[in-house]
């Protein structure tokens, strides 16, 4: 029988083996850590970094957010409501996924992210969220005793959006439709609002925690600029507030919680686009140049993959020109007018920005409107025929029913645009050729019903504000009955939701200064509510 015996080493071969063995892998370690904590920042990672939304916003739909989820490892998506089939553009709702508590965030920030700030280096408020952190760690059982954990700044920004997180989970439980609050300027309350104590408690939020950083590269007139005037003025009035600084911005991006890109879609359309060119080329390079710049001078793109960046834009072009940067389209905060589902907007995630025309660069004379007694008019509409919606509310309904006043021009023997909206009590809101329509904003101005009319169309703002109450979704297809579903709203209801119309228009009003709860703080409410729903790690 043949015996099998182990092959046996002499004792120093052994031990000299083993060490041979033993110190290349330290070595390589030790490499590997010092490279990792000490990369340039032209060292653009995709694998070391994910963000994990935690269920603050409810999605309309996750169609677009599981395509780029297959293709992306580094993309999570934990704690959301399940996906339905688009309906309405009303079924978003912040309340929804606040109540609910998501047992998988906890209430101190994710292990990792960075390098630890020395004790000594720490600012009181520093330590004191580090204390904080540690309770909190102990009662969910993740710290070890008599063990002080120094935590990165990061990892500290992530606890105080996670102390907010709770905060406003918490104001949600509040069922009534009034904020409980205290506040001198304004206390949210009514159903224009899906949780007014919510939304309230999260505005106050804000308030008190949220900074962005701006990033200084570019140059105006692309960077750093847009137009406050025209149809675009939204663009260029949100760029020129943040350039000023006055309110949210701070200098030191190692405090910001989000990362604003301040180039101007509009501009670059004036500047790069040849005319009758067929393609945008120029316009998506200089918006993929402008992310690799960033990208290679500052970590902090490459740390969520864009994730905490936001951009805006009021140009039809807007979305087209982030798909230059799959990063930027699928995982940033993208502030567009042309809001439109269909083509990508991901309400999770993206933010419907209000489309207003200023001709004159202020709303002088067009707040406000008669009493709903002495509006003579049942719907109005004046404008061109820019896609199929208008072509069909135009052949419909132009000069074939006296109580439905809907031209291509405000004929001379009428009065005038503003005049016909303020003596309206409904104003027809047609998509054009994309899905935003200034006609919105212009009848909340004139304190008239807005009725809206679009395919795949997001309201502004409708994660806070119930639309439902205050206006009149109308399906393409129904356009031959609007004058009979009109009707069919009794008096009562058309004053009280005409009354709650002008409740929220301060949330849609331009000052030369911002105030509080309108449209610049409602617009950055939005882009808060975006960054409490991801985890930077």
């Not at 406003?168 to 224009?192: C, F, K, T, W």
Request: hydrophobic share 35%; net charge neutral.
């Amino acid at each position: 029988m043949l015996s099998v015996k182990k092959l046996q080493l002499p004792s120093f071969l052994s031990s000299n083996l083993a060490l041979l063995v033993f110190i290349p892998l330290v070595v390589v370690s030790v490499l590997a850590c010092t490279l990792i904590g000490s990369q340039s920042s032209s060292f653009v990672s995709f694998s070391s970094w994910k963000w994990k939304s935690v269920g603050i916003l409810n999605s309309y739909s996750l169609r677009s957010l599981s395509s780029y989820e297959e293709q992306d490892e580094h993309l999570q998506i934990v704690g959301l409501a399940e996906a339905s089939t688009f309906i309405s553009p009303f079924n978003n709702s912040l309340h929804q996924n606040l109540v609910a508590e998501d047992s998988n965030i906890p209430h101190q920030p994710p292990h990792g992210g960075g390098e630890g700030i020395e004790k000594d280096e720490s600012s009181e408020e520093e330590k004191e969220i580090d204390k904080d952190i540690s309770n909190e760690g102990e009662e969910h059982g993740n710290a070890t005793k008599g063990v002080l954990k120094v935590y990165s700044r990061l990892e500290r920004l992530e606890a105080v959006l996670a102390k907010a997180r709770s905060s406003i989970r918490e104001a949600a439980r509040n069922g009534s439709m009034i904020s409980n609050h205290l506040d001198p300027d304004y206390v949210p309350q009514g159903p224009m609002y899906h949780n007014a104590n919510a939304f309230h408690r999260s505005y106050l939020e804000m308030e008190k925690n949220f900074k962005v950083y701006v990033y200084k590269e570019g140059e105006p007139p692309i960077f750093h600029n847009g137009p406050c005037r025209s149809i675009y003025s939204t663009e260029g009035r949100f760029i020129h507030e943040m350039e000023k600084g006055s309110l949210y911005r701070t200098k030191d991006p190692d405090e910001a919680l989000v990362y604003f890109l301040p180039f101007s879609v509009v501009v670059m359309v004036r500047y790069l686009y040849v005319p009758g060119a067929h393609d945008m080329h120029a316009i998506g390079r200089t918006v993929a140049d402008y992310i690799k710049v960033i990208s290679e001078r500052h970590s902090f793109w490459n740390r969520s993959l864009g994730a905490d960046h936001f951009m805006l834009s009021c140009h039809d072009w807007g979305p087209h020109s982030t798909s230059y940067v799959p990063h930027l389209f699928n995982n940033s905060i993208r502030v567009l007018c042309n809001a439109n589902t269909s083509e990508g907007f991901n309400p999770l995630k993206d933010v419907s920005l209000p489309e207003i025309n200023l001709k004159t660069g202020d709303i002088k004379g067009l707040i406000g409107g008669p009493s709903p007694s002495r509006r003579s008019i049942l719907a109005f509409f004046a404008g061109g025929l820019h896609g199929n919606i208008r072509h069909q509310l135009l052949e419909q309904w132009k000069g074939k029913d006296e109580d439905m006043l809907v031209y291509e021009k405000v004929p001379r023997d009428k009065k005038s645009y503003e005049s016909m909206l303020k003596n309206s009590r409904f104003c027809l809101c047609p998509s054009g050729y994309e899905v935003a329509s200034p006609r919105i904003v212009e009848a909340i101005y004139a304190e008239c019903v807005p009725v809206l009319i679009s395919d795949s169309y997001v309201p502004p703002f409708s994660d806070v504000l119930n639309w439902n109450a205050f206006s009149v979704a109308v399906a393409v297809k129904d356009i031959p009955n609007i004058k009979k579903i009109l009707m069919s709203i009794s008096q009562s209801q058309y004053l009280r939701m005409q009354r709650r119309v002008k409740q929220v228009q301060r949330h849609f009003v331009i000052n030369g200064s911002p105030k509080r709860f309108d449209l610049f703080n409602m617009i950055v409410h939005s882009i808060w509510l975006r960054r409490l729903n991801i985890r930077v790690h």
